[in-house]
């Protein structure tokens, strides 16, 4: 498995750990690309369902990842 399809079995694993790992080796100008794009994912038309599942479980974890704690 080469790292691209690596990266993207990680980030759509619906496992949190395996999804932070992922999007810990991205820049900020990439987790804006692909964040977007796990958007489409989730809530576009043409995507299966259980890729729609696994980009909102990957969202999902990025975002509470990235929420600021007080």
Do not use: C, N
Not at 2 to 17: A, G
Not at 32 to 59: N, P, T, Y
Not at 62 to 69: R, V
């Amino acid at each position: 498995m080469d790292e691209i399809e690596e990266f993207w079995s990680d980030l759509l694993s619906e496992e949190p750990l395996r999804i932070v790992a992922a999007w810990l080796t991205l820049t900020a100008e990439e987790k804006v690309v692909i964040h977007a794009h796990l958007m489409k994912m989730a809530v576009e038309d043409g995507w299966a369902e259980v890729q729609r599942a696994a980009a909102q479980s990957a969202l999902y974890t990025i975002d509470e990842d990235e929420a600021p704690t007080a």
